[in-house]
């Protein structure tokens, strides 16, 4: 598996990225909004990376977070929804907003993505849910303390189940979502979030 690729941008389209890495150019296929965020061509960029195997065809994707990797690979787990289908919905959601659409069972939003029709949307949304409710279990069975806070504050358990959405672990998101305003809305939540669990990993 290619975890990532570093390199220097050498071509860029709507949905393509192409980073050359030691005289090899790989070519990424992407979202809209990871091409916003690169620089011009010639500039050095990194991407996290996933390699789609099927038996016609070998395809590299890549992202500028890993947050919007995670999101990608979850999507593909969907019964019926493929990598294209995830870029488009990825290209029209940034990781946090898609995260808060599933957690707030909001299956009607995803559907203003091209190609994306009402069963679809609603299939993404329960498997996705439901893998995060697991999560929930087992952290119930561990004593967190955050599932009383959850029961009591719906946007405290949207928030906290976008950011698992998102990559990331129960261990790290109790602790900072605890020291939160419970009467923050669920986006602001996981706005605050996002940003002191990006500076503890930065430490």
């Not at 789609?52 to 979850?74: A, I, P, T, W």
């Not at 949307?121 to 849910?129: C, G, N, S, T």
Request: aromatic residues 6%; contains cysteine; hydrophobic residues 40%.
């Amino acid at each position: 598996m290619i975890y990532s690729v570093r390199g220097k941008l050498i071509h860029k389209e709507s949905d393509l990225a192409v980073v050359e890495c030691g005289g090899v150019g790989y070519a990424c296929r992407t979202t809209l909004s990871t091409i916003a965020s690169l620089e011009e061509t010639g500039s050095e960029v990194m991407l996290y990376t996933y390699l789609h195997v099927r038996e016609d065809n070998v395809e590299l994707f890549g992202f500028s977070s890993g947050q919007e990797l995670n999101c990608f690979r979850m999507l593909i787990s969907v019964s019926g929804v493929g990598p294209k289908a995830a870029l488009a919905i990825l290209s029209d959601f940034n990781p946090e907003k898609f995260a808060l659409l599933v957690a707030s069972d909001d299956s009607k939003t995803l559907t203003k993505t091209k190609g994306i029709g009402a069963k679809t949307a609603q299939r993404i949304v329960l498997e996705l849910k439901d893998k995060i409710v697991k999560e929930n279990i087992n952290l119930a069975e561990a004593g967190g303390s955050i599932v009383t806070a959850s029961s009591e504050s719906s946007a405290i358990g949207e928030a906290f189940s976008a950011l698992l959405v998102l990559g990331y672990t129960q261990s790290e998101i109790a602790p900072v979502i605890s020291s939160l305003d419970p009467e923050l809305e669920s986006s602001e939540l996981i706005r605050q979030a996002l940003k002191i669990m990006a500076q503890k990993s930065n430490r």
